[in-house]
């Protein structure tokens, strides 16, 4: 039971000292509180039933004092349970958040964008107030539980059986309430990972839903998703629910029960008014830290739901691992040679098995400095063959050598210089225009900056902002055009001047003369770099030094535009399909 909150334990070992503090306060504020219940027989059988109003006073006095002390042990306690659950939180978070970072590209496409932003806010908040109340009150019940038992031996040992029917009934209650709330939680927490998707996806799409008028189907989309989170949450808000008048009912009978019995036996003289009031409220000592845990057990039950799921984020193993035997190479003198033998991929289902080939059967050489189109229909594995190259997945066959070396052996780190990458999305982050295109070399200069805006046709209205590059950039850059965010991503990719620069379909947005503008500068700039173009418009691979032909994962024809013309009638229907008839244009 509760595994992960052990295993929990077990690796987080930054904050202990507050929790062994928090139960020292916890023992103290406990045992004070016996004392102040014990001072309540001396009040009535020697103080009220005396008629001797010193002992009222002084024994008042003394509750008082030992009342102040007591709550500034249990204020203690608080404190550091708080500094030990928001200790216990932030480890998870920032743990979680350096392993996504360190997740491959693989991982990643198994986890939702909506899941690991659920994981990392509601799950882990679920666990720090679990923790919170364990630290504050799950360790207190058991020990003001043996501890009202041995006074209630030691003060009315005939009336011991009426407290032990009370634990039994509670326990009783407990287990039938709870059984089955940890997996509710889980459905909870699941269903609430169904919410953020959709809110993700139609707040990030909000644009095309309004261009489509598509918002009664959004809207009612959005209904059913948290109409399913709804009922989950009720489940066990019910079984919570059902708690409280439960054991407050349990409580009143128990008492009136206490009343009844004990009552003869005062009557019998046998017991006294006083020893009544502190088994009274000794009962109450035992029934409260049992509420105490039908109120913590809910958390504990919800938290280890969520830190379960935390876990497999945490447990996730990169595909992409550093090699034992890395070794940095120099890269001032890569030249940017890229060699493909009979490499084959396939992406990994959650079992971490390949389901089928994406690639399959590629064997290609590409020279240094040249410029090399891939063409295909959309699935026909461009983008994924030259995600190879950098190490976004690695081969399951064959091989990808750079300069003769298999970028496997390749240490991760050297990857930002040697490959500069424009992704399909041109993702930009909120803050400068300066801090994007240097995103990956932030200690270059200026000039190297200017100088790949200029390449990427940025700077043409990058110069025209008051701020140029100190410009401000919204999250997601939603304050610049899809093909300034384009330029801008294109800017980032050449800035450090790589020996193999990949622009994965990056001037799609962009207008023909633009694009060629771009194509132009970028020849300029890199003239001895390898430069690779993913691309679904034949027009941007033109003049390529030879395109690779894309079909299904496999390739299917590699040459020149006039090599692939003449002999390829898969090129030709591309051509012909975009461009017109060749017998037309001959016209």
């Excluded at 309540?40 to 004092?65: C, F, H, K, P, S």
């Amino acid at each position: 039971m509760y595994e992960n909150f052990r295993r929990l334990l077990v690796i987080y070992r930054g904050a202990r000292s507050p929790f062994v503090i928090s139960q020292v306060f916890l023992v103290v504020s406990v045992l004070l509180n016996l004392a102040i219940v014990a001072l309540n027989g001396t009040l009535v059988n020697e103080g009220v039933q005396q008629g001797n109003i010193q002992v009222v006073i002084g024994t008042a006095i003394w509750m008082i004092g030992l009342t102040l002390v007591q709550t500034v042990f249990a204020l203690g306690n608080t404190f550091f349970a708080v500094l030990f659950a928001e200790g216990t939180a932030n480890f998870l978070r920032t743990s979680t958040y350096r392993k996504v970072q360190m997740l491959s590209f693989g991982n990643l496409d198994r986890f939702r964008t909506s899941d690991l932003l659920v994981r990392l806010t509601s799950d882990i908040n679920n666990v720090k107030l679990a923790v919170l109340y364990a630290v504050m009150l799950l360790f207190q019940a058991p020990f003001m539980i043996v501890a009202a038992v041995l006074m209630a031996i030691v003060l009315l040992p005939s009336m011991l059986w009426l407290m032990v029917v009370i634990m039994a009934i509670v326990s009783l209650v407990l287990v039938l309430l709870l059984r089955g709330v940890q997996q509710m939680f889980l459905d909870r927490q699941n269903a609430l990972d169904g919410v953020n998707n959709v809110l993700q996806e139609a707040l990030a799409g909000v644009r095309v839903v309004k261009a489509f008028v598509r918002e009664r189907f959004e809207m009612e989309r959005f209904a059913s998703t948290t109409s399913t989170w709804f009922d989950a949450a009720l489940r066990p808000a019910y079984r919570i629910a059902l708690f409280v008048p439960s054991l407050q009912a349990l409580v009143y009978i128990g008492t009136a029960a206490l009343y009844y019995f004990g009552g003869q036996t005062v009557l019998a003289g046998t017991t006294n008014l006083g020893e009544i009031v502190v088994f009274s409220n000794v009962l109450s000592m035992v029934v409260v830290p049992m509420a105490m845990l039908a109120f913590i057990v809910p958390f504990l039950e919800s938290g280890e739901a969520s830190v379960g799921r935390v876990f497999e984020v945490l447990d996730e193993q990169p595909e992409i691992v550093e090699p034992e035997d890395a070794k940095p190479i120099d890269v001032s003198t890569l030249r940017g040679r890229i060699v493909f033998e009979n490499a084959a991929f396939g992406y990994r289902d959650g079992t971490g098995e390949v389901a089928k080939l994406a690639l399959q059967g590629i064997s290609l050489t590409i020279e240094p400095g040249q410029t090399v189109g891939f063409l295909g229909a959309t699935g026909s594995g461009k983008s994924t063959l030259v995600n190879l190259i950098p190490r976004f997945y690695d081969v399951v066959e064959g091989r990808v050598m750079i300069d003769g070396v298999d970028v496997r052996a390749i240490p991760r780190r050297q990857f930002d210089q040697i490959v500069g990458v424009a992704l399909q999305e041109a993702v930009l982050f909120s803050g400068t225009v300066r801090g994007n295109v240097l995103f990956g070399r932030p200690d270059l200069d200026d000039d190297v900056m200017v100088a790949a805006a200029h390449a990427a046709d940025a700077a043409s209205f990058i110069e025209r902002i008051p701020e140029q590059y100190d410009a401000p950039v919204a999250r997601r850059g939603t304050n610049f055009s899809g093909g300034q965010r384009q330029r801008l991503s294109i800017a980032r990719a050449l800035a450090a001047h790589p020996p193999i620069v990949i622009l994965d379909d990056s001037t799609s947005a962009l207008d023909m003369a633009t694009e060629a503008r771009v194509q132009a500068a970028v020849e300029e700039l890199l003239a001895s770099s390898t430069k690779l173009y993913v691309a679904q418009r034949i027009s941007t691979v033109l003049t390529a030094d030879q395109i690779v032909l894309l079909d299904a994962g496999r390739q299917v024809a590699v040459g020149n535009h006039t090599e692939l013309l003449e002999n390829s009638p898969l090129y030709r229907e591309i051509y012909e399909s975009q461009l017109g008839k060749i017998e037309e244009q001959s016209l």
